[in-house]
Structure formats: structure tokens, C-alpha cells
């Protein structure tokens, strides 16, 4: 993390329906990506010279399990920060609020990747099999990291995978990251809040049973980009919970008694 003298100047860009209020250091921002969750916008850091990820949350206080979703990311994003591990790095935290009672605002800086896999994937890029080996290889080695600290990203989709211009692997994809019994506390209607898009990438137990993943839903999920990778376009390609889960059985097979134990799925589901 940056030391807070550097962070005593502050400039404001305005832009369309929202405002950067960054320290100086931080010049150049441009161009802004609207999301549901957040603002993102690029900059130069004038203090490295390089290119950074700027964050803005929106209204991270506004409620109780918005503020523990907010708190949750930064703990975990803190705690993985390493420069050699696949995913995202955290370079700077800071608001430019200065009276606790005022604070509303939280921005997060973040290394720049230029792609992420779902353009990659959708673009005329040609992929060949020693990139795909290298992307999936970063991802696991990434992945082995994260499940070492106990941590199930959940999240492994295409869109959350950063690439940059020398291949460097990125994983995103934070402000929904949480163990299962922290997600039901908080968060109990997370998945079925979840657009169908997402569940494209999500193993079976993560639909029907998601109080009982483990860190194996991860692999599938690097399994299906895998997939995706080949032969550019969803393997599980599902409308609905419903659908995916018949859109994987008709690839896989209805599981056996067995496996959905192992699942703690209940049998009459399927």
C-alpha cells in the first residue's frame, strides 16, 4: 500500500453521472466502465510511471450486508496481495473523505491488463494449444494459492480471468468472494440473484446445493474455460438452473448415487 503523504493532494475529474476525487499521483484517467457494483477507470501513477486499475465502489455503506460485502473484499484482497500468485494485485486503498462520520467512498487501485479471456475468447485472436496450456496452468497455479488461505473464489468465469500484452494471468472477480458459511449469513440469496450467464461456469453442487461447495467447484470452472478456450464458445451454454444443470448431464451423464453424496446433493432433484 502507497504511504498516505503521497495522498494529501487530490484532483477530481468529472465524468458523465460520476466523479474521481484521486490523489495527484494519479493522472490520466480515462476511459470510465460502468458496472453494478463499481466505476472503473485507468490512469498513470506519475510515482511508477506505470498504468494502473482505478476502482471506484459504489455506495459500499449503504446497507449492512453491502458494508460486510465491501469490508469482506478488502480483508481478502489484503490478505492475498503477492506479487507472484495469478491474481489481482492491490496496489493502493484511499477516500478522499475526511470525517468518519462522512465517509462514503472507497476506491481500490489495481494492477491494468489490458484483455480479459471473454474478449480473448470472442475476438479473432488465434489461441493456440501451448497458450491454452500456459493460460490453465497460471489459473491452477493461481487457484492453489487462493485454496491454500481456505478461500473458494466461486466466481472463476471468463470475464474474471485479466490477461496482459506479455500473457500474465490475472484473477478478479473479488466483491463476491466469501466461504460457504460466511455466504449464507450474508449473502443467502446470492446465487439465485445471479444471472444465468454466470452459471455458465458453475459446477453442479453450486446450483443446486451451494451451502455445501468446496474448492472443487473452482476446478470445474477452470475446466469449463478450458473448454471455452478450444472451442470458443460456452460448453454449457444454459438458460436457466434448470437447463444448465441439463445442458452438463447431457455431456456427463445423470450422476450416480455416489456422486451425489459426495455433493450432498438430494437425490430427488435430478
Request: include cysteine; glycine fraction near 4%; charged fraction near 25%.
Amino acid at each position: 500500500m502507497a504511504d498516505n503523504d503521497d495522498q494529501r493532494e487530490w484532483h477530481t475529474v468529472e465524468h458523465s453521472l460520476t466523479q474521481f476525487t484521486v490523489p495527484k499521483r494519479y493522472q490520466n484517467l480515462s476511459p470510465f466502465e460502468y458496472n453494478s457494483h463499481d466505476i472503473v477507470t485507468y490512469a498513470t501513477d506519475t510515482n511508477t510511471g506505470k498504468k494502473v486499475t482505478i476502482r471506484k465502489i459504489l455506495k459500499p455503506f449503504d446497507s449492512v450486508a453491502r458494508a460486510h460485502r465491501t469490508y469482506r473484499e478488502l480483508k481478502l484482497r489484503i490478505h492475498l496481495n503477492h506479487f507472484d500468485a495469478q491474481v489481482a494485485q492491490l496496489y493502493d486503498v484511499f477516500t478522499p473523505e475526511k470525517d468518519l462520520n462522512n465517509f462514503e467512498t472507497l476506491y481500490l487501485v489495481e494492477n491494468y491488463v489490458e484483455y480479459d479471456l471473454k474478449r480473448v475468447i470472442y475476438s479473432n485472436v488465434v489461441v493456440t494449444e501451448d497458450h491454452i496450456k500456459m493460460v490453465i496452468y497460471c489459473l491452477l497455479r493461481g487457484l492453489k494459492f487462493i485454496h491454500s488461505a481456505g478461500i473458494i473464489h466461486s466466481r472463476i468465469i471468463s470475464s474474471n480471468i485479466g490477461i496482459d500484452k506479455d500473457s500474465n494471468v490475472s484473477i478478479f472477480g473479488w466483491d463476491s468472494v466469501a466461504t460457504a458459511h460466511i455466504r449464507r449469513k450474508y449473502d443467502e440469496h446470492w446465487l439465485y440473484n445471479e444471472s444465468d450467464i454466470y452459471r455458465r461456469w458453475y459446477a453442479p453442487e453450486m446450483i443446486i446445493n451451494p451451502e455445501h461447495c468446496n474448492e472443487k467447484v473452482d476446478i470445474w470452472s477452470v475446466g469449463c474455460i478450458m473448454a471455452e478456450l478450444i472451442v470458443r464458445q460456452p460448453l454449457f451454454p444454459g438458460t436457466s438452473q434448470s437447463d444448465q444443470l441439463t445442458k452438463i448431464f447431457d455431456i456427463t451423464g445423470t450422476p450416480d448415487s455416489k456422486t451425489l453424496d459426495e455433493m450432498n446433493m438430494p437425490s430427488g432433484i435430478i
